[in-house]
T-cell receptor, first 116, second 112 residues
Framework: DSGVTQTPKHLITATGQRVTLRCSPR?????VYWYQQSLDQGLQFLIQ???????AKGNILERFSAQQFPDLHSELNLSSLELGDSALYFC???????????????FGPGTRLLVL | QQQVKQSPQSLIVQKGGISIINCAYE??????FPWYQQFPGKGPALLIA?????SEKKEGRFTISFNKSAKQFSLHIMDSQPGDSATYFC???????????FGPGTRLSVLP
């Protein structure tokens, strides 16, 4: 158990809908990262937040957005869902943004999203 | 520049054998190279990591070999066990506020 929690575990929805995925980082971790994992794309970095502020952006679509709240939990909002958005969405946390590149990321169990 | 290449895509090894997974990168600014292990239905878990100032790091049956000049690093699993069957991802990151770049993964199957 990494100490990172994600809810819900599974989510089934229809195209065009909007969903919110939630992540609680490990106690004391300030950074939260969101990843998308699909069969053909591997692990794709979406976005990073540090202590409430956006810190780095990866291959995140404009239909997707995220935020980190004062209690450090984070939410990933996916809107106008398409079939291709079906994937595993992982949240990871680390103690702080990397100053030396040595920060370990701890991954949650993921949310499996199925868009029908 | 941001890519990390990983091979092989899949690997089948007999129990007790050595599993070797290779990764290569282009961006010389990368300064942290972790390996993650992922079991089906679970999130990736850090296995072992190395900095570019050392050429090898060993933890139990797992060893990372790092070749800075060739911009390559590899994971060796000695005495591979069926319980090692998982997908392995190499990754690289750099500096302050930078994200991790993951390789595409290697699916390892260790036969009993």
């Amino acid at each position: 158990d990494s100490g990172v929690t994600q809810t819900p575990k599974h989510l089934i929805t229809a195209t065009g809908q909007r969903v919110t995925l939630r992540c609680s980082p490990r106690s004391g971790d300030l950074s939260v990262y969101w990843y998308q994992q699909s069969l053909d794309q591997g692990l794709q970095f979406l976005i990073q937040y540090y202590n409430g502020e956006e810190r780095a952006k990866g291959n995140i679509l404009e239909r997707f957005s995220a935020q980190q709240f004062p209690d450090l939990h984070s939410e990933l909002n996916l809107s106008s869902l398409e079939l291709g958005d079906s994937a595993l969405y992982f949240c990871a946390s680390s103690p702080r943004t990397s100053g030396s590149g040595m920060e370990t990321q701890y991954f949650g169990p993921g949310t499996r999203l199925l868009v029908l | 520049q941001q890519q990390v290449k990983q091979s092989p895509q899949s690997l089948i090894v007999q129990k007790g054998g050595i599993s070797i997974i290779n990764c290569a990168y282009e961006n010389t600014a990368f300064d942290y190279f972790p390996w993650y292990q992922q079991f089906p239905g679970k999130g990736p878990a850090l296995l072992i990591a190395i900095r570019p100032d050392v050429s090898e790091k060993k933890e139990g049956r797992f060893t990372i070999s790092f070749n800075k000049s060739a911009k390559q690093f590899s994971l060796h699993i000695m005495d591979s066990q069926p319980g090692d069957s998982a997908t392995y991802f190499c990754a690289a990151s750099r500096g302050y506020g930078q994200n991790f770049v993951f390789g595409p993964g290697t699916r390892l199957s260790v036969l009993p």
